[in-house]
């Protein structure tokens, strides 16, 4: 194990924390997060991390905390003195598929949801999805929205997914919340009227593209 030095700069406060970071050792100030903490220490294979706001849910990462075993996302998660960080892999290629340009009315959507989701219904209510959630979403719950055919509910409780799939890697049932959230969200704005000012942008953009403005349509 070899022990990297996380100071960015010369000249500044020796590092005060000492963590673990993909099996290295590594120095860091208290204040950073395991991102830069990693950048800092030239951790190698630190990649596809982008947003450091949390927004993109790239950054997934398992931490060892003595026998505690949690995730999160590294660059909302700070240096810890004897934490084990590990960022893990990307997520996987989602298995459901679906096109919501075949969805023609809402009739059938819950049929629909049970054929692309039928896994959804067999939750056995184990709170993984809950605990391993970074935003805090009441992720079980969503699910079960969604399995009782309330979408818009369902979608409203996955508002603040960054879809960083730790939920599902925590689900025994390979249910795929973040899927499930993401399925509500896009078939409920598929079949309700887009905001005005949405729908206003969007004339605008496809105006600038054509190269034709209103007032010349008008004449």
């Not at 000492?18 to 120095?27: F, K, Q, R, S, Y």
């Not at 995730?71 to 084990?84: M, N, P, R, S, Y």
């Not at 989602?94 to 692309?116: C, M, N, T, V």
Request: hydrophobic residues 35%.
């Amino acid at each position: 194990m070899t022990t990297s030095d996380a100071t960015a700069n010369e000249g500044e406060l020796q590092p005060s924390v000492i963590l673990t970071i993909n099996g290295l050792a590594v120095n860091a100030h208290k204040g950073m997060t395991l991102v830069e903490a990693a950048w800092h220490a030239g951790v190698p294979r630190v990649t596809s991390v982008g947003c450091m706001e949390g927004v993109c849910g790239s950054c997934r990462v398992m931490l060892r905390r003595g026998k505690e075993v949690t995730v999160g996302l590294a660059c909302q998660t700070f240096v810890e003195d004897g934490i084990e960080a590990v960022l893990l892999p990307p997520a996987s290629a989602p298995q459901h598929h679906y096109e919501l340009s075949d969805f023609k009315d809402g009739w059938d959507i819950h049929a629909r949801f049970q054929d692309i989701f039928p896994e959804a219904s067999r939750c056995r209510h184990c709170h993984g999805c809950d605990n391993a959630c970074p935003k805090g979403i009441t992720v079980e719950n969503g699910v079960a929205l969604a399995v009782a055919g309330r979408y818009r509910e369902a979608g409203d409780a996955f508002f603040e997914c960054v879809m960083c799939e730790l939920c599902d890697v925590a689900c025994p049932e390979l249910i795929a919340p973040a899927h499930v959230g993401l399925f509500s969200r896009r078939i409920t704005a598929h079949f309700h009227q887009r905001p005005p000012n949405l729908i206003h942008r969007l004339e605008e953009l496809r105006q600038d593209k054509s190269g034709t403005t209103q007032e010349e349509k008008d004449e």
